[in-house]
């Protein structure tokens, strides 16, 4: 009798005992903050708060505008210039290169405006533009070739 209790209480441990955090699933409804640009040949890792607050939109150029949801102003964009066909903007106030990658040259620009069509926000936009001056060349992940 000691036997199957010992059995039936190991049997009980194994299947019910797992490790809190393992081989439970993410939360789906939270947005990753990176963008795979396959374009420019690689992904990259947005500030925080950028998919959430954000809507993505691809100019005729094929630049990617991050507009806020609420308003539709624009908290800053990337723009990814081909190497030997064309030349990268100036870097100035607003706007500066971000890094490279085989094939591209990556700038991020911010707006410079002060008028939005949503004056509630004005505090999250001033801090998504001063997240996206504070990204570095490691916000870029080369894809493989």
Known sequence: MKKLLCLLLSLFCLTGCQPVGQGQPEPMDIPKDEYVWAEAGATILL???????????????????????????????????????????EEQLGVF???????????????????????????????????????TEENIILMQQ
């Open 97 to 135: 290169t971000l890094g490279e990658t085989d094939t591209h040259v990556i700038q991020v620009m911010t707006s410079t405006c002060g008028t939005l069509n949503n004056e509630k926000i004005r505090p999250l936009w001033e801090e998504m533009r001063k997240k996206a001056v504070e990204m």
């Open 47 to 89: 500030p925080e708060g950028t998919m959430t607050y954000c809507d993505v939109h691809i100019a005729e150029s094929g630049a990617l505008w991050f507009d806020f949801k609420d308003g539709g102003d624009t908290a800053f964009w990337l723009e990814a210039w081909e190497k030997g066909v064309e030349e990268p903007l």
